[in-house]
């Protein structure tokens, strides 16, 4: 009321329905514009200050009230002369209603009736349709009873605090009624619009139906919006809600969403991402992994059961009760072969039929997974060498000496020369020739002296990693390794750069006892690390592992190095200090321990974690010698039939390590489909996740491809699969309410998502928004207001008369 007085008196003439105003106050001081606020508020406070010391002095002998109502005048009259200073104006702006949008769903889908579970929401919807329709009333009919209800006070009270617009949308918005609706009139012109409405769109596109909303109303975004909806994208992916949702986010714009429809799912069981090693050992226990995901199946059970594919001897079995709906199950079954050779390993899950029988699944082809594992009976040939029998060394001796699958041969350089002939692993002398040193798959280098080295014995080593594919592991020393390995043929293959390495103070070791922490890279970029197959388990394992004392200071590692295990605290030029890094060099890998005391580790429990991380290590360096496989890499999709709009997900696997392409070399895959040109896929190496690379094929059309690697090239035939992408069976394919969907969807945008039983409190949850601005008027002064100059002269006056009464001047 005040607002519109002010404007009255001041001659602004009065809003229109559905606009307000807004002031916007403006000053012209007469000084300098760069001086800093503080400055000129001391100047003030000061002369304020001033004027109140000078006017108590003087009036010091009269009555209390009689000073302080002269203060009070000499104040008011100081308060207009700084107002006329200022050159004070203000400027009034028009400004509108925002606007809030109503969206609503009148595809086929939205004619569905459902039976709501919930006792709320069916009293809900009885209150709108009356108790005899509750069963029968479609998901379209409810919203046009919640916004027609009552004579549309839904729109109208959403109409209190904005101008709503109305959408209908099944693949494009289409706007209903004149566009914005201002006033009771405006809602009951729209509400026949509404009654008529019919569930007749053939497709689905939530998400660009809200983009282009979005966009039409870009220049004045919405307070809200509010989506009637099952949340159905039935052409594609890429049209479901959440994609748009950071755009609205971006916008600033809420999107409050009434879920309409039965969430129930369809009955489904699923398994996928089933891990096994690529290369196992005769009577050595294999771990098969996967994940088991149900839909509308929860506390059934679920027989898991692994195979040989062509073979219906079960392998190894497990029963599970399924989780809760959309919630993954981690299963492991373990089973240890007795013949060699390649073989595929199918993992199957099925319902267990219960007593009530009810309702089998529908969908069985995402049953079953298929990984396969080349067996080998051959031993994995091991050289370990050392200067001296340090604790490592023996330690290492021992349990590789137990091993069934390692075959060891040792060398001590210090070693007398009984040795050799009482040790049966022992060799005399480091191997010289080139083929004696190939028969080893993997060499343990400890602190070895160079000196006592053949001249070609290092550009052996080189080449026995770099062509051959062998595995090489330093374990540094006090004396010799890595530091005297400097300008030698295998300084390149190093994966620390040997010029920054320091040896710590032998004095200090005991004060620097850390416990080494894994990386990202230590976590998912390899098994040599991974103690139990549970993720938990594992991080308290390594938890409680015992603390190391010594390690070699390796502040920088080689370009494409990875640390594996690094120091909690210490840090170098690229981070913390490596404990235990890797380097990929030709065919080959590099592993270099900068400590010699793991060992540590089996205090208290013995080798159990020693030996695994020994034996995983040495297995995983084997793997490109021992592969022995035909197949160097595997082209898959993720499934063998698509429908039209959704993306084809492609993944290469590489099996022979010597293969994966470095970063800088792309992985093309050619996709040719009939009466289609062909097109070019490039795939992108998947994070934590070695010699994997995946991606999309969009907006294939109709079909039957086959896609084949082009590069990198392969010796034959490179790897290929075939797909085919057929015409959608168009919108009633998919029934349930995508109640994720849209809860993403709100949560992502901040908005809401309402059910039948609280929906129609929504307009009192819209946020009323910011007003929009529409025009600015010129300003309008106030400092030379003649108001203000009658007020000057009087307050002069009245301090000059009580001044003259009590003679003071």
Not at 102 to 124: K, N, P, T
Not at 741 to 760: I, M, S, W, Y
């Amino acid at each position: 009321m005040f607002k519109k007085l002010v404007e009255s008196y001041l001659g602004v003439s009065p809003a229109e329905p559905g606009q307000g105003t807004a002031w916007k106050v403006s000053f012209h001081p007469p000084w300098p514009a760069d001086w800093p606020s503080w400055c000129v508020l001391s100047l003030f406070v000061a002369l304020i200050a001033f004027v109140v010391v000078i006017s108590l002095r003087d009036s010091s002998a009269l009555p209390r009230k009689i000073r302080v109502l002269l203060l009070c005048l000499r104040l008011l009259s100081l308060g207009v002369v700084a107002l006329f200073l200022t050159g004070l104006s203000l400027s009034v702006e028009r400004t509108g209603l925002p606007f809030a949008v109503v969206m609503i769903d009148d595809s086929a889908s939205m004619g569905l009736v459902d039976r709501y579970q919930q006792e709320d929401d069916r009293s809900a919807i009885a209150s709108l349709v009356g108790k005899q329709q509750v069963e029968s009333v479609t998901r379209l009919e409810l919203a046009k009873a919640l916004l027609t209800h009552d004579d549309g006070q839904f729109l109208k009270r959403l109409q209190q605090n904005h101008k709503v617009r109305l959408y209908r949308f099944s693949d494009a918005p289409v706007l209903m009624g004149s566009g914005e609706s201002v006033g009771p009139e405006a809602i009951d012109r729209l509400l026949p619009e509404i009654t008529e409405l019919e569930p007749h769109g053939d497709v689905t596109r939530p998400g660009p139906a809200l983009k282009k909303v979005l966009d039409d109303l870009r220049g004045t975004p919405p307070a809200a919006i509010i989506l009637l909806t099952d949340g159905i994208a039935s052409a594609a992916a890429a049209d479901k809600l959440t994609v748009v949702a950071p755009e609205a986010l971006r916008r600033l714009v809420p999107v409050y969403c009434v879920g309409l429809g039965s969430s129930e799912p369809v009955r489904d069981l699923q398994l996928f991402d089933m891990l096994s090693t690529d290369v196992a050992f005769v009577d050595d226990p294999i771990d098969f992994s996967a994940k088991l995901k149900a839909y509308g199946l929860e506390g059934r059970e679920a027989r898991l059961e692994l195979r040989r594919k062509d073979d219906a001897q079960v392998l190894a079995s497990e029963t599970v009760r399924i989780p809760a709906d959309g919630r993954s199950l981690r299963v492991d079954l373990t089973f240890a072969p007795t013949d060699d050779g390649e073989f595929d390993f199918v993992l199957n899950a099925a319902i267990i039929p219960d007593a009530k029988q009810r309702a089998r699944e529908t969908n069985l082809s995402n049953n079953s997974e298929v990984r396969h594992v080349s067996i080998r009976r051959q031993k994995i040939r091991v050289l370990l060498a050392d200067s001296i029998p340090r604790y490592e060394f023996r330690f290492v001796k021992h349990l590789l000496e137990r091993d069934k699958t390692i075959e060891l041969h040792t060398i001590l350089q210090e070693a007398d020369l009984e040795f050799s002939s009482e040790d049966q692993t022992a060799l005399p002398y480091f191997p010289v020739k080139r083929g004696e040193l190939y028969q080893h798959d993997v060499i343990i280098l400890g602190d070895v002296d160079p000196a006592q080295l053949n001249s070609g014995t290092f550009d052996d080593l080189r080449d026995f990693v770099r062509e051959a594919g062998g595995g090489l592991i330093l374990i540094a020393g006090e004396s010799f390794n890595p530091t005297s390995y400097r300008g030698t043929p295998i300084e390149t293959m190093i994966p620390v750069e040997l010029d920054r390495v320091e040896r710590p103070d032998p004095a200090s070791a005991e004060s620097e006892r850390f416990y080494p922490r894994l990386t990202l890279e230590g976590q998912k970029g390899t098994t040599i690390f991974r103690f139990s197959t549970d993720a938990d388990e594992n991080r308290n394992i390594w938890s409680a592992l015992p603390e190391l004392r010594w390690m070699l200071r390796a502040p920088a590692l080689k370009s494409g190095a990875v640390v594996f295990l690094e120091h909690p605290s210490r840090s170098g030029s690229e981070g913390n200090l490596p404990v235990i890094a890797m380097q990929r060099y030709g065919a080959g890998k590099v592993l270099f321990h900068a400590t010699d005391e793991l060992h540590r580790w089996r205090y208290r429990a013995g080798d159990r974690y020693y030996a695994r991380y020994w034996i995983q290590a040495i297995r995983y360096l084997s793997r490109s010698r021992l592969l022995g496989r035909s197949r160097a890499a595997e082209l898959t999709t993720d499934r063998v039939t698509y429908e039209r709009g959704e993306m084809v997900s492609m993944r290469l696997r590489f099996f022979d390590e010597r293969l994966i392409p470095s970063n800088e070399e792309p992985v093309n895959v050619v996709v040719e489909g009939r009466n289609e040109r062909q097109r070019i896929v490039t795939l992108a190496g998947t994070a934590g996740v070695e010699g994997v690379f995946e991606g999309m094929l969009r907006r294939a059309g109709p079909g039957t491809y086959h896609a084949w690697v082009s590069s990198p090239t392969f010796e034959g035939t490179p790897p290929s699969a075939n797909f085919r992408i057929e015409a959608p069976v168009q919108e009633l394919r998919i029934r349930s309410l995508a109640r994720t969907e849209l809860k993403q969807t709100a949560d992502v945008t901040h908005g809401g998502l309402f059910r039948p039983a609280n929906c129609e409190q929504l307009p009192d949850v819209v946020p009323a928004g910011f007003s929009v601005p529409l025009n600015l008027e010129a300003p309008i002064p106030i400092w030379n207001r003649w108001e203000l100059l009658v007020l000057f002269v009087a307050a002069v006056c009245g301090e000059w008369f009580l001044r003259k009464r009590f003679r003071l001047v």
